[in-house]
């Protein structure tokens, strides 16, 4: 298979590592993107795997909530320009989307966008998405929602920078005050922050963990040719654990933590004990605008430059 500079170039992006080095990997694995990343990370030359998918849309992420706090919804709302994600008119539409989606019982957005609008039953909620593209004179999306609802406890919502970042914390507790509330917001805001992927490492997929180990044998033998098998399995086990301590929420270090050191998990623990409450953090949800949406870039003085041309 052809290497084109393409390719090279997303390799590069999604690793950190050398131009040189991903081509190497590239033409060792016939092109296949996954297994160049592999190689890379084997032969300890991928400084960072990074997300493929670069942030770009803009929009605004929402939540609502029911009055009890036993369900919530988030849902992510895109527009063309930060511009008109900061308009109250925009931002107006996007709270009347969350509303209808708390009550929707549609599975996928789809289906969302084809039942009737809540405050006008007359139209679908695409059709007055389609009349708000109008008015507002962009293209507009609804990407996503989800619903989270906890009926023995609460489920709490934390919106980061003006609706960049929203996150919802499933909370089943036997105990509702303020102080377990307060505890749920400061897990919400972990998510938020240092953006994790699972709750705890109970979820992380064991088919995942083995492959993980796979690479991370051969990054070590590689590093330690003459190590034996025990030194490098304490090698393996070692980073496993720091990535799990990373990917996983209750498993990571508490931001507020005084100590810098005290786990999420822990200081869920200490409120519960203080409060005399049995607390589990059963899920969360975050959403971040754009993610995963890729931007085209466009050259703001050649546009100009070719249309008087």
Request: hydrophobic share 45%; proline share 1%.
């Amino acid at each position: 298979m052809a290497i084109t500079a393409g390719m090279v170039k997303e390799l590069r992006e999604m690793t950190g590592a050398g131009m040189m080095d991903c081509k190497k990997a590239l033409n060792a694995t016939d092109g296949d993107m996954e297994k160049a990343v592999e190689f890379l990370r084997e032969k300890g030359l991928a400084t960072a795997q990074k997300k493929a998918g670069r942030v770009a849309a803009e929009g605004i992420v929402a939540t609502a909530l029911t009055d009890d706090g036993k369900k919530a919804v988030v849902v992510e709302v895109n527009a063309e320009t930060d511009f008109v994600a900061k308009n109250e008119k925009f931002q107006n539409y996007v709270a009347e989307v969350a509303a209808q989606a708390l009550n929707t019982t549609a599975q996928d957005t789809e289906s969302f966008l084809a039942e009737p609008w809540a405050l006008d039953t007359s139209k679908t909620v695409n059709e007055v998405l389609a009349a708000q593209i109008a008015v507002i004179g962009e293209n507009m999306n609804i990407r996503r929602f989800e619903q989270v609802e906890e009926q023995n406890g609460f489920v709490t919502s934390y919106i980061h920078a003006g609706g960049k970042i929203g996150v919802l914390v499933d909370v089943e507790t036997d105990v509702v005050n303020d102080a377990v509330k307060e505890m749920a917001r400061n897990v919400a805001m972990q998510a938020a922050a240092l953006k994790p992927l699972y709750t705890s490492r109970d979820e992380v997929d064991a088919d995942y963990i083995e492959k993980e180990k796979e690479i991370l044998k051969a990054a070590a033998k590689n590093e330690k040719p003459d190590a034996n098998d025990k030194i490098i399995d304490g090698m393996v086990m070692g980073r496993i654990n720091k990535e799990l301590k990373e990917i996983c929420l209750l498993d990571q270090v508490y931001v507020k933590a005084e100590d810098g050191k005290q786990i999420v998990s822990k200081y869920v623990e200490e409120v519960a004990k203080a409060n005399n409450a049995n607390i589990k953090i059963k899920k969360f949800v975050r959403f971040e605008t754009g993610e995963g949406i890729e931007k085209v870039e466009t050259d703001f003085a050649a546009e100009v430059a070719a249309q008087l041309q």
